[in-house]
């Protein structure tokens, strides 16, 4: 039975020279953390460090006395060999067959655990008697492989290390340690308790303490109900907080462990509410982060560092094209190349990779460096490639097997010829990661211990499945708000405890049984998750080693989630403590900041337009009518937002692609007789020649995926095109006058350009077409004081008086959509009701002539009040958000008021 002890009588027991083991490395942290601040609270300036050791770190200074005596010489297996062995014994494969590596690397995992818990309980001798079922016969058969394998080969499964210390103690090969304290220990499986008696037989004296921190005069212990999960993890951010600044000006430090069921899939939110509350200053973007008041105990997969990533891409884009994302991820990454052509490498990425017009999903090195020399940007922004591939061209024989120790090289060196990890100085966290990635390809090396030569393909997958099992944790900066799972705090001192997310569906935690061993033996044994009761007893004894550990404790949760309705864990409101409201918790701050705020009137008059020639066209009096705000932060102050890019012929490309083709065919074909007179399969051919022209012949097509693209876009478009042609039979006699025809107009104060898609002679007069191929266009957004669309209207005054004869949109859509949208002054111009198409053209165009003489006299004179049309609509893609400040509340209460007045009429 471990004794109930205080930390300070541990601290006595460190300064006195004793060996202090604890469940976890993050314990002997924690208690080397508390001696050296013991030592200097004595005076002291130079010291003995503590000699703290977790369990695992204890067992391996006993085997390494082991080996220097020479008493046992077989080869320790680390993670990445025996997970290796295992593959090979799951996968029936032998060296060169990698064929079911993917399923056989999940496989290995759960044998080698089944592994691992066989050899806790001593349970390696009954697998095959207890092997019920094809899962546990399975697992026995394995399992006597690997064991013989090892025998053969001298290899010493991590698994089997309690049971081999003990063998060695018992036979005096090892001497046992003289004095040994563990502290913090809970429950103890087989296999240790066996190594424990076996020094206590051969003379050791040991001795269990069981951590207490002693309760302060002041400390709470409350549970503490939240509306939702948001509001859980905030109160508790505020409720650390205070706490810490409580402790701090009583002159003390501050210690708090928040535990959580799932750290993982908390992390991102429950790190943002910690740096937004308790770490204001580090919410700039970029800032160092390597020093946080709060830090995750458990760490992260190496492989999800950026830094990592970036060289682990590098590595497969070596082997095979890579997605571009990845791509874009390379040539943006401050990892890779220098620092001073990275804004030129993220142009290249937004304007030519990202808008390349033929859609790959993957690309390689030589066709990304083929892009670069054919980039307006030129080629200095990918110069860092070079290298690398001037590198690979001298390592192209990747596929020649070699060892794991010759593939670690040439991965570093494929890193340096990358210039990873940059030239910009690292945060400590990325040095860390430096560090790591050297250890991971020392680890890589180890698997040379069967002799295997394997190619680089083989490599990089064990490297890949090393990167993804590695956990990275930098060492710890002994921040005072530590976050972590109930089981890594085991062992553990704190000043105040926080259980968040404590359900009955999180707490206790549920204990499983491994379905590789056979059911007969795990109860036979009583191993996890065989029995109720002894689960229900070892979360009792967790809970109250947790709640001796520390002073102050909350136990927090949310009524509701996303699932619906939660309640307290029963095991906690057996408890019987008090609640308190996650709003109630934290006191309002009672001086809140009081600022004063100064209105001052901006009547200062814009200054006038440096000339009455206006870049934008149309698009200047279509944003002063959608928004006056929004005309003058895109047209006047250039305030617009940045394209999206995409992969592929976009909607403007496969627009600019269809209105060449058209033009490109009515220039040969000019007039509707002369179409008419075609047969349908002249049209087609002159219509796929037209295309072909229209498509850029300095596209780099590479491979049948880039042909079958492009065929699929001609095809697309010359179905489209032919049923548009129909479409053009329907109206009234034309011939076409001109094609993409660029005029100035005056409208008002303003000179616009423009460019008419299309006009036709039709009945002494002209008729103006605008392809379209958006879903959207409709003439009704010609019409009003503030028209959608005043492209056409615009367009309309360009004719002399009396000349216009129509205008209508030529909506080139595929299905119903397909048709002729317009105005005409006499039927059967263009096609449709003539009710709804035929008006007074004339008074139409004045009537636009006013409107849009209106509007260019607004942008002019600077009319730029925030007052979308339509909101929110009008306001959807709007990229002006962040400047125009707009309060929607007062828009919904007119549009409010307006909908009553009409429904009181």
Same mark, same amino acid.
């Given at each position: ?268 939110? /429950? ?44 590595? =497969? ?96 060196? &494929? ?47 064990? &490297?890949?499945?090393?990167? #993804? ?84 404790? /909350? ?5 509701? #989630? ?223 004081? =503030? ?119």
């Amino acid at each position: 039975m471990p004794l109930s002890t205080p930390t300070s009588t541990i601290l006595d027991a460190l300064t006195a020279g004793d060996l202090i083991v604890t469940p976890s490395e993050a314990a002997s942290r924690g208690l080397r953390r508390a001696f050296d601040a013991s030592q200097r609270e004595r005076g002291l300036q130079v010291w003995e460090p503590a000699h703290v050791l977790s369990w695992g770190q204890w067992l391996d200074s006993l085997w390494s006395e082991l080996i220097v005596t020479g008493a046992d010489t077989r080869l320790l297996l680390n993670e990445a060999q025996e997970h290796d062995l295992w593959r090979e014994v799951v996968s029936g494969t032998r060296e060169g067959d990698e064929t079911t590596l993917g399923s056989a690397d999940s496989l290995a995992d759960m044998a080698r655990q089944a592994w691992n818990l066989a050899n806790a309980y001593g349970a390696t001798p009954r697998l095959r008697a207890f092997a019920t079922t094809h899962d546990a016969r399975t697992f026995a058969g394995w399992a006597e492989t690997f064991e013989r394998g090892c025998e053969q080969r001298d290899y010493l499964s991590r698994a089997a290390l309690e049971t081999t210390l003990r063998q060695h103690i018992e036979t005096g090969n090892l001497a046992a340690p003289a004095r040994v304290t563990l502290a913090g220990f809970g429950d103890w499986v087989p296999a240790q308790t066996e190594l424990l008696d076996a020094m206590r037989s051969a003379g050791s004296s040991l001795v269990q303490h069981a951590l207490e921190t002693q309760p302060q005069p002041d400390a709470i212990r409350v549970v503490v109900p939240a509306d939702n999960e948001q509001n859980e993890l905030l109160a508790i951010a505020r409720w650390v907080r205070s706490f810490i600044e409580r402790r701090q000006a009583k002159g003390q430090n501050a210690h708090v462990g928040v535990l959580l069921p799932d750290v993982e899939t908390d992390r991102p939110v /429950l790190e943002a509410i910690f740096r937004e509350v308790l770490a204001p200053e580090l919410q700039q973007i970029g800032v160092d982060l390597s020093s946080t008041p709060y830090e995750f105990a458990g760490g992260k997969s190496i492989s999800s560092l950026p830094m990592i990533a970036a060289v682990l891409d590098l590595a =497969r884009w070596t082997q095979a094209p890579l997605e571009l994302g990845k791509v874009s991820a390379l040539l943006l990454s401050p990892y890779l190349g220098s620092l001073d052509g990275l804004s030129q490498s993220a142009q290249f990425d937004a304007y030519d990779l990202r808008q390349a017009k033929l859609l790959r999903p993957e690309i390689d090195l030589p066709s990304l460096l083929y892009l670069a020399q054919r980039s307006n940007h030129g080629a200095a922004p990918l110069a860092w490639l070079h290298p690398l591939s001037a590198f690979l061209k001298k390592n192209e024989t990747r596929s020649t097997p070699r060892s794991f120790a010759d593939w670690a090289e040439f991965l570093r060196s &494929l890193a340096k010829a990358a210039n990873w990890p940059g030239e910009r100085p690292l945060t400590g966290d990325e040095f860390q990661a430096t560090t790591a990635w050297d250890h991971l390809l020392d680890q890589l090396a180890t698997l040379d211990f069967r002799g295997r030569r394997v190619p680089f393909a083989t490599a990089l997958r064990a &490297l890949e499945r090393q990167a #993804n099992a590695a956990v990275f944790a930098p060492p710890s900066n002994d921040a005072p708000v530590q976050i972590m799972s109930p089981a890594n705090a085991l062992g553990m001192t704190f000043d105040a405890l926080v259980f968040a997310r404590a359900t009955d569906e999180n707490w206790p935690l549920v204990e499983r049984t491994n379905p590789l061993l056979g059911w007969g033996l795990q109860v036979s044994l009583a191993m996890r998750g065989t029995s109720q009761p002894r689960a229900t007893e070892r979360a009792h004894h967790a809970m109250d080693r947790l709640l001796a550990s520390t002073s102050d404790v /909350l136990f927090t949760y949310a009524t509701e #989630n996303a699932d619906g309705l939660q309640r307290l864990s029963p095991a906690i409101a057996d408890l019987g403590w008090p609640q308190i409201e996650a709003r109630n918790l934290n006191p309002p701050d009672t001086s809140p900041l009081q600022l004063q705020v100064d209105l001052v009137e901006d009547l200062a008059p814009l200054p006038p337009l440096p000339s009455s020639k206006v870049r934008g066209g149309a698009r200047v009096l279509q944003l002063q009518a959608a928004c006056g705000f929004r005309a003058f932060a895109e047209m006047r102050l250039g305030a617009s937002e940045l394209e999206s890019s995409n992969a592929g012929f976009d909607a403007r490309e496969s627009g600019s692609l269809l209105h060449n083709a058209l033009n490109r065919f009515w220039k040969e074909v000019q007039t509707q007789a002369t179409l008419q007179a075609m047969p349908r399969e002249a049209r087609k051919d002159l219509l796929n020649r037209c295309i072909a022209e229209s498509i850029d012949k300095d596209l780099n097509i590479q491979g049948v995926w880039d042909e079958a693209y492009v065929s699929l876009q001609k095809e697309r478009l010359q179905r489209l095109l032919l049923q548009w042609l129909d479409k053009e039979l329907e109206r009234g006699s034309f011939q076409v006058q001109h094609l993409e025809h660029d005029e100035f107009i005056g409208i008002g104060p303003l000179d616009l350009k423009l460019r008419i898609d299309r006009l036709d002679l039709v009945n002494d007069g002209v008729f103006l077409v605008d392809y379209k191929t958006s879903y959207s266009s409709d003439p009704r957004n010609w019409l009003g004081e =503030r028209p959608d669309e005043p492209q056409l209207p615009l367009y309309a005054l360009l004719p002399d008086a009396g000349e216009l004869k129509g205008l209508a949109f030529a909506k080139v859509r595929p299905g119903r959509d397909m048709k002729w949208l317009g105005y005409q002054d006499t039927e059967g111009l263009i096609p449709g009701t003539p009710a709804k198409t035929v008006i007074d053209m004339q008074r139409q165009v004045e009537e636009w002539r006013t409107t849009l003489t209106t509007l260019a006299e607004d942008f002019a004179n600077g009319a730029a009040a925030v007052h979308p049309k339509d909101y929110p609509t009008t306001c959807i893609h709007c990229a002006q958000r962040l400047l125009c400040r707009l309060d929607p509340t007062t828009l919904l209460t007119a549009n409010e008021d307006s909908e009553e007045a009409e429904e009181d009429n």
